[in-house]
């Protein structure tokens, strides 16, 4: 009787999809391993949709089919997530002292989004905070700052960020600041100005992290070898297997096993599809033949639609971001590779992503292709808490230390 159950039950899991036992098998692990996503823009989605309201929209549903949200409790549940790092980006087009003034506000959101739900999330601000709210059963929320121009050039706002609970700032966004280039935009000062490495060294001091998602290669590597705790890059993949410049390149990833650091892979279609990225170069190039004014968004919708039609955006899949983190995983190692979804800050993501529910489909896949539990304990949150732990560490050994009073050199303008 014995022998017949044991030959029943092996028949079953035999019947059972590969993909269902490993789904079974990651949450069985992410029960003791919180997994740790470096970027979610819900903060910044509740203020463009909801007028800043964690109230006017009920974050204890499933909201997939009557919001175009990629976040809310049910999903966060259901993807495993144990921590949460909520950016609170504010545009890079705004003025270094309304994005201060706009990124508190951000801080507020995430606040606000905690107390409403205090059964589902807690703030968390140390690496012992993330694994004591994880096994109490709720989410661990950190903040992230994605953009230095939030700081307006002053080192006392970036203190006051951090006492308001910031946890990792992303030196640049989509443009240059006044001390570090941007991946996407004109340098200015190959890589770190003098003022940009006095900002590390005292976000070194504070315990933040240095994010280094959204900066160019040269700020990448000036970053690096400034530092001294770990970088992250909180939503970046790699740009061996997409050529975008928001990607990481090689000559970095070979360098993390000496820094330390994480690459948080992110799942937007042109960072982890080619073929999209090289249809989003195609799309800007017959808008430019045309002539078309990208300032009015409905018009040239419906200009390029007829282009559109006939030229559909190939999309990105699972297996692509899968590809990205085995990339960056074969090159800078097991200790190097993490998860930053970047949900609700894009508008399209890959297929069999819809949203924040969609990590244990990944690490299934992986688990497929051969990863142990080992490894995906490392890449859901291990490695994480490892450079939070870090960057702990380095604050700790400069508690001694005064905070820094440079300010940025004033140029006079022409005579």
Do not use: C
């Amino acid at each position: 009787m014995i022998r017949a159950s044991l030959i029943a039950a092996s028949a079953l899991a035999l019947a059972l999809p590969a993909a269902a036992q490993d789904q079974a098998a990651v949450r069985r692990i992410l029960e003791t391993t919180p997994l740790i996503d470096g970027h979610n823009d819900l903060p910044w989605a509740l203020r463009e949709g909801f007028g800043n309201d964690p109230h006017a929209v009920d974050l204890a549903t499933d909201l997939d089919s009557s919001t175009t949200l990629h976040t809310d409790i049910p999903r966060l549940r259901a993807g495993g997530v144990g921590g949460q790092f909520w950016s609170v980006y504010v545009p890079a087009q705004l003025a270094p002292v309304e994005a201060a003034k706009e990124t508190f506000e951000q801080i507020d959101t995430v606040r606000r989004i905690v107390v409403a739900h205090p059964e589902t999330f807690e703030l968390a601000t140390t690496a012992d905070d993330v694994v004591r709210i994880h096994a109490a059963g709720r989410i661990a929320s950190l903040i992230g700052i994605e953009g230095g121009y939030s700081i307006d050039d002053s080192l006392a706002l970036l203190r006051e960020f951090h006492q308001a609970g910031v946890r990792y700032m992303t030196l640049t966004h989509s443009k240059t600041t006044t001390w570090a280039d941007s991946a996407t935009d004109a340098p200015k000062w190959g890589g770190l100005s003098p003022f940009g490495e006095t900002v590390v060294r005292e976000m070194n001091r504070l315990g933040m992290l240095v994010d280094l998602s959204h900066v160019s290669e040269e700020t990448m590597l000036d970053a690096m070898r400034v530092s001294d705790a770990p970088v992250i890059f909180s939503h970046s993949s790699a740009r061996a297997v997409t050529n975008h410049t928001r990607n990481v390149p090689d000559s970095v990833l070979s360098q993390l096993a000496e820094d330390g650091g994480v690459v948080m892979v992110t799942f937007v279609p042109g960072f982890v599809s080619e073929a999209n990225r090289q249809w989003g170069i195609d799309v800007g190039a017959e808008i430019q033949r045309r002539g078309l004014d990208t300032s009015d968004t409905v018009a040239l919708e419906a200009a390029m639609k007829p282009w559109t039609d006939a030229h559909p955006r190939p999309n990105a899949t699972i297996a692509d971001v899968v590809a990205h983190i085995q990339h960056v995983r074969n090159v800078a190692g097991i200790d190097h590779v993490g998860l930053g979804g970047d949900f609700d800050g894009v508008t399209s993501l890959p297929d069999g992503i819809t949203g924040v529910d969609a990590y244990p489909a990944i690490l299934a896949t992986l688990m497929q292709a051969g990863w142990t539990e080992a490894d995906i304990r490392k890449l859901a949150g291990e490695n994480v808490l490892r450079v939070m732990r870090a960057a702990e560490a380095v604050a700790a050994s400069k508690a001694g230390e005064r905070p820094s009073l440079a300010t940025l050199p004033v140029v006079p303008p022409p005579a």
